[in-house]
């Protein structure tokens, strides 16, 4: 007793002396561990895949199997190939290289993705722009960098090894703040505890115009980081990301706006940061660290919502998924309209509408199905923000029923004035068939590239790192 | 008959050596932990645990720290025989789990002595809660004006919203020195 | 120093004894008032009107005027004739006599309304009620309880003036409970203080059938409390309050469901009362009582919000119409929508559509229109339940355009194949005049009537209340 008494009052004073000298881009997260192992092994735990929440989640959920209407909504476009709710940031390099969007390339310029999807996948990252300078890095196809990019996010992505402070290591941030006329050095602390996430957890586009041949990595903030600015912002420009294979509508496509939403909800209004819910602190043997098993909460309330909410555990859960079942109940119904609306359309071509007569609708489609992705996209958002999420999805709703409603009269005018069948996408296979995917293909073509390209960029990587040595002392 | 229980003979010195060794672990966990404090109502003994360190920090950046401490709030005050008994057994309930390492990462005040702090909370405030001449003509006037824990409203009052064992990471307070002399300290970390 | 505190002290406990014995049914505040000054006094500071914030406040604001599309949606109802965002309770009495939609009886058997109109507008309605029974004051025509109804809400409607504890005394919410299986009884003392509130501020109609000749005060509550089950509940009845009189939709209307939308948002989740916000405790003399001047929180966030919330005042403000701006953006929609439906279906049956084709279309309406009532009726609503009210707008619009959408078709097939023109209702007088009504002449009929019939009635009550002796100690 006595001497536990000692250790414990021994805890609040004791210093750490590093183990390792980092070097300033040094990937391999287990490096850094050996200075920090309780920040590493928390990090490590989120290779965990056990949690399902009610929607989230650290499990992986195939999003098409659970709402097959996305692929229909995504048909001429990657995303209906394959896509899933997001797992723990230890498997954002594996993640990458299995899903069928990057597809199967069998050598360094072939496939259908960019370099730049590299971008928010790995501590590698800084490091090869740093040797090749950021516009070369968004040059050229995924598969270039196979070899070099391999250490899932990691310590370099968010820490200076020097001093461990935060830092900003994605010139796209930097770039975006830039553009709205903001620094992102002058920063708070609190505020860098949500900026590390926002270099990712980001709405964002590759513009082709930056630099000649690049796919700049560009956040669409220079008018504002509201849904409708975004979508001005790309209206003038006239961006599209693909053309829907079925509407011929000019789309774009809404990745995780995460920040953005969270911006508008309250905790963001009260300060709270990202990392306040997703990393809280932790004590482990009386030492007091940040808790890196980034996850959903939901696994850790007592951590995290507990700190600021005196509420019972079970209430909190309530609470979360209140405001989710009342975002998702209409964001539900609002693509089905959209379902309802690409199929209208496709009947108004197949009965010779012309240009011209299709313009606004297309365009109706295009912004109905942007608000729509904006909300889906950001999983948290349903909670981070769920008013403004509910208040997006209400427009999204306006402008695809004002645009089904011209599509009603163009249909009349054409001779066909009734209600179009819903077609039978009641599972992920009938909606691939529907719009018509040729699965086995892919997945075969997959399953060669996971067997003989991924194994040889590993093997490269491996000679690479151990060419590098590492400084004890 | 008593005899009986007697022990043997041979068992009387080391039986009193034991006692002794005892005796002298309980005065010295008695003085490392510095339980003698306890009997005051000095806050700093409260932060003998560097886990309480947050509650002092908070209480005393408070408007309450010029009129209170920890005790006034955190032991009842209706009898002293309830006081001390009270703190007893609290306290040796918090010692236990300080000492197995079992507290949480966000400690909860439990009901029992969430109704103390209230309690506490009345008899401070009473006059200004308790209005004698409406008391005459309204029923159950007493009972409607304290039946909710004050801090449902006044959220703040005095430790802030916010709470957790990190929530005070650099807070400036008087937590013991270290009792473990330098050298035994180095051969720990070898 | 030593004497100011001595006076204070005397000030707490100088022991009173009630200077009056009040009534079971005592409808006079003034009365009251003798017993408890500090209440009275801040219940009659209601009678202030010059408070306005962003949406509500205590000043009479003429909600047609402010949004005329008002009137198109009630055509046929007496809402478009006038209706206003309600101000002080001291102001209730008044305010039913002044509104148009009481026309101006000339005897106690006329006029366009029942007497059940008086239920939630003073405390001479449970005296009455205790000496005419229930039923029986529900029987007959609003001016025919003129001369008995003259205090506006105060201490009879809230408080026993035996004990001074809160009790319910409208047989409403009593039944109402009982058809959900609860005993109002039961409740605690926290919610009594909403409960006393839910006594009036709920959605109401009148039903014809629980007994013969009177229109009895029914909340529509007994398959749950949400806008969901209340319509359930109406359709399954078949029930109306009106037929439209543009589209001749059955039409149901909303009134203030408060209660019922508070009960959706995070105070109530949280157990925080109406009381909380609208009658927080104020500090006078080194005494706390409860502020009786019920009012918009806005005009005192220093005692409501900021107790709990320890955020600037421009902060909390600016929350609130943040919350505020995100709701009403999509229910103005909203309302465009169903002006053009309630437009589209008359050009229908002008082109000679059967009841057949326009059933489910008139239904489409009710629904849309039902939603957007009980989202806008609840004026603070937007701030009590955001989430909830504007989940409940984006399900209004889905089938406002939804019903649109089927009247497109059913006029193309009537050879109508364009977008019906948008009329000029941009002035409440405009929009009145497009519905046919008749202002000057109810205006100059109601000004007769408060000029001759009105006097008589407090004539008559006069009398009577001189005729009760008070008690005084
Ligand atoms: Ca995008
Ligand atoms: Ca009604």
């Known amino acids: 007793l006595a001497s536990s008494i000692m250790e414990r009052r021994a805890e609040a004073s004791f210093v750490n002396v590093p183990k390792v000298k980092l070097s300033e881009f040094e990937p391999r997260n287990e490096v850094w561990g050996e200075n920090f192992p309780r920040e590493f092994q928390s990090y490590y735990q989120t290779a965990d895949t056990s949690f399902q929440s009610k929607y989230n989640g650290n499990a992986m959920i195939d999003m098409l199997e659970v709402d097959p209407r996305l692929v229909v909504l995504w048909a001429g476009y990657g995303f209906s190939k394959d896509y899933n709710q997001g797992r723990g940031h230890y498997y954002a390099v594996e993640d990458i290289r299995k899903t069928l969007r990057t597809g199967a390339p069998d050598s360094p310029d072939e496939g259908p993705m960019p370099s730049t999807c590299w971008t928010c996948k790995s501590p590698d990252v800084p490091r090869v722009m740093q040797e090749e300078g950021v516009a070369e890095f968004y040059k050229g196809k995924w598969a270039r960098l196979g070899s070099e990019i391999v250490n899932p996010i990691g310590c370099a992505d968010c820490h200076d090894p020097e001093t461990m402070n935060l830092r900003v290591t994605r010139p796209a941030l930097v770039e975006a703040f830039e553009k709205m006329g903001k620094d992102v050095n002058k920063a708070t602390h609190q505020e860098m505890r949500s900026l590390v996430c926002a270099q990712c957890h980001v709405e964002y586009y590759f513009n082709k115009k930056t630099v000649d041949g690049a796919q700049y990595l560009t956040f669409p903030w220079e008018k504002g980081m509201t849904v409708e600015a975004a979508e001005e912002y790309y209206d003038e420009m006239n961006f599209s990301d693909w053309t829907h294979a079925i509407s011929k509508a000019p789309m774009l496509k809404a990745q995780h706006p995460g920040y953005e939403i969270y911006k508008q909800g309250i905790h963001a209004e009260r300060g709270v940061s990202c990392a306040d819910c997703h990393m809280p602190y932790k004590s482990e043997g009386g030492q007091k660290f940040t808790d890196h098993h980034i996850q959903s909460p939901l696994n850790n309330v007592a951590n995290s919502c507990q700190v600021c909410h005196r509420e019972e555990t079970a209430t909190l859960l309530q609470n979360v998924f209140d405001r989710q079942d009342k975002v998702i109940e209409n964001r539900d119904k609002l693509e089905e309209l959209i379902v309802r609306a690409h199929l209208e359309a496709k009947k108004a071509w197949d009965l010779e509408a012309s240009e011209d007569e299709m313009q606004e609708i297309l365009m109706g489609i295009r912004h109905a199905q942007w608000r729509w992705d904006y909300a889906a996209a950001a999983h948290g958002g349903s909670f981070h923000a769920p008013l403004e999420t509910s208040r997006i999805i209400s427009t999204g709703i306006t402008i695809a029923q004002e645009t089904r409603i011209k599509l009603s009269r163009l249909l009349a005018s054409k001779g066909f004035n009734e209600e179009l069948p819903y077609p039978d996408i009641s599972t992920k296979a009938k909606a691939q068939e529907f719009i018509g995917l040729d699965m086995a293909k892919l997945n075969q073509e997959k399953e060669e590239f996971l067997e003989t390209v991924v194994p040889q960029w590993l093997e490269q990587a491996k000679e690479r790192e151990a060419s590098w040595d590492v400084k004890r002392n | ?190």
Chains 1, 3 share one sequence.
């Open chain 2, 1 to 190: 008959m008593i005899k009986k229980f007697h022990p043997p003979k041979i068992w009387r010195i080391p039986v009193i050596i034991a006692l002794g060794i005892f005796a002298g672990l309980f005065v010295l966990s008695v003085y490392l932990s510095k339980a003698h404090s306890y009997l005051s109502d000095d806050p700093k003994t409260c932060v003998n645990c560097h886990i309480m360190a947050p509650q002092y920090a908070t209480w005393n950046h408070s408007s309450h720290r010029e009129w209170t401490n920890c005790n006034d709030c955190h032991v009842p005050h209706n009898n002293v025989f309830n006081k001390y008994y009270f703190k007893a057994k609290d306290g040796l309930r918090h010692a236990t789990i300080f000492t197995l390492r079992k507290e949480p990462q966000v400690i909860f005040i439990k009901e029992e002595g969430a109704e103390v702090v209230h309690q506490n909370c009345v008899r401070c405030h009473e006059r200004q809660l308790i209005d004698a001449k409406q008391s005459a003509c309204i029923s159950n006037y007493k009972e409607h004006r304290t039946d909710r824990k004050c801090w449902e409203c006044h959220r703040e009052v005095p430790h802030g919203r916010v709470n957790s064992l990190s929530s005070t990471p650099f807070a400036r307070v008087p937590l013991p020195e270290s009792p473990v002399p330098e050298w035994i300290k180095k051969l720990d970390n070898n």
